[in-house]
């Protein structure tokens, strides 16, 4: 029986090194075999507070896959929440009609919140500008899968490294498994210093570039981003670097064979579309893995696998 | 000499704490952290007092209370300097300087206006870390937002 049984996700670093792989062991059987009805009389609450396209439909078809039923809504709009219920409130009136909850809330530390009032299980769907903890493990997931192994690998982390929260977690992650990071980002827009102390707390190295083109060639990953232009206090500023944040299909000429381009999605311009055709793209495929990971970890949390 | 100045200007308390070695500037932050403007006790206090070791010190003294250590050491966010003083029957039992707790809960608000603990009804919690330059910081067990000493505000 997992460790995992009972236990909220909140956080990446919630979870050691083991039952991350652990996770991404248990999406690979799901992979083989996406149909496997164990949620047969369970019930899973899908809590969106906000809107999201891939989260939540990816939960709601793991859980559907796995024979399961959801219940939940899609807004705040379709909630109490209007009326003024408290995120306790919610929560604790939720628990009572099932087994495990999903939950995306745009505040900053309500999904830890919400473990702790909780009696059920509450996977962090993304809280704010915090935690994305299954785009990190489905991250994981396909760099592995790609890859056949998360060790020692250069990873190139591209775009909006000072908001981009996926790109905090992954490198949390990572730096579990001796990655060197490659980051490619504007000035204005590197990555903090409270996220780079992890890669020097595990005694790892990183680059710093801000021009792609530098370093494309001798990439193992390159994990794109969006940039969005609000987050830069100058216009001017803005219309300046976007463009050398942009893949195209000839800057990949010279990469490695095995080389990946990943992408939490939705993109933008950040990656023409003439790459799309290319092997070398695997966003599409990644957000596929997303539904074998959230399977994996209802099952796990759920004491199934 | 300097002894019997401070003496003279704040009165010797028979049972008691006394929180001496406060950077002067901090005294009314401690006075806040402690609730001093709303207790019963007797309180004596005591700003730009001289002091040889710091130039100027300020210096707290409340008849018959006695704090348990986790609130004292809540001082040590504003006055890591602070000495703490027991005093029973005029005779010191007790002399410690304070020190950083791991946890602080409850006194202090998050700076992120977007922490669930700035939007629902929820104690605020955080974790003291060190960075890699030796500086105290605060890390929200909420929404994992690290803050510096010059952003600690009080509730």
């Known amino acids: 029986m997992s460790k995992l049984k009972g236990r909220s996700l909140i956080s990446i670093t919630d979870y050691s090194k083991e039952e991350i792989l652990q996770v991404l062991d248990i999406a690979e059987g799901f992979e083989k075999n996406i149909r496997q009805k164990l949620l047969d009389q369970y019930v899973v609450a899908s809590l969106f507070f906000e809107p999201s396209t891939r989260t939540r439909l990816s939960f709601e078809s793991a859980v559907q896959y796995m024979g399961g039923s959801i219940i939940g809504f899609a807004s705040a709009d379709t909630s109490s929440v209007k009326k003024g219920e408290s995120l306790k409130d919610t929560i604790l009136t939720v628990s009572n009609y099932s087994d495990l909850i999903v ?13 702790e009032v909780s009696p059920v299980p509450i996977i962090n769907a993304g809280d704010g500008a915090n935690q994305h903890p299954t785009q990190c493990l489905l991250d994981l997931y396909s760099i592995r899968k790609t890859q ?4 020692n690998l250069d990873i190139a982390l591209v775009g909006d490294l000072k908001y981009g929260r996926t790109v905090h977690s992954l490198v949390q992650a990572l730096s579990l498994f001796n ?17 780079k102390k992890w890669i020097g707390d595990a005694n790892l190295k990183y680059f710093q570039y801000t021009d792609l083109s530098d370093v494309i060639d001798k990439m193992d990953i390159i994990y794109m981003t969006r940039i969005q232009g609000e987050r830069f206090p100058d216009p001017l500023e803005y219309e300046k670097v976007k463009n050398s944040y942009i ?32 092997p070398k793209a695997y966003y599409f495929q990644q957000a596929r893995n997303g539904v074998y990971v959230r399977q994996a970890l209802i099952a796990a949390i759920l004491g199934l696998k | 000499m300097k002894n019997k100045r401070t003496e003279l200007i704040v009165s010797a308390i028979s049972n008691g704490t006394v929180i001496d070695h406060i950077q002067t500037d901090n ?8 609730g001093l403007e709303n207790t019963d006790h007797q309180v004596y206090f005591g700003t730009n007092l001289t002091s040889s070791k710091y130039g100027k010190k300020g210096l707290i003294k409340i008849s018959d209370k006695f704090f348990e250590k986790e609130d004292i050491n809540k001082i040590a966010l504003v006055a890591p300097t602070a000495t703490l003083i027991e005093i029973r029957d005029y005779v010191i039992v007790k002399k410690e300087m304070v020190s950083t707790p791991d946890t602080i809960e409850k006194i202090v608000k998050c700076y992120n206006p977007k922490c669930v603990t700035n ?6 919690k955080f974790n003291v870390i060190t960075d890699h330059k030796g500086n105290m910081k605060l890390s929200c067990h909420y929404c994992e937002k690290t803050m510096d000493k010059s952003h600690i505000e009080f509730l």
């Open chain 2, 27 to 34: 005294t009314f932050r401690v006075f806040k952290i402690l």
């Open chain 1, 247 to 278: 893949l195209n299909n000839s800057m990949l000429a010279n990469s490695k064979e095995t080389v990946r381009v990943l992408h939490p999605l939705p993109r933008v311009n950040e990656i023409s579309e003439d790459v799309d055709d290319n």
């Open chain 1, 103 to 115: 939950m995306r809330n745009p505040i900053d530390g309500s999904a830890r919140f919400a473990s």
């Open chain 2, 119 to 124: 939007n629902q009804q929820v104690f605020t």
């Open chain 1, 148 to 151: 056949g192994t998360l060790e």
């Open chain 1, 179 to 195: 990655a060197t990071f490659h980051l490619v980002s504007p000035e204005s827009l590197k990555l903090p210093s409270a996220v």
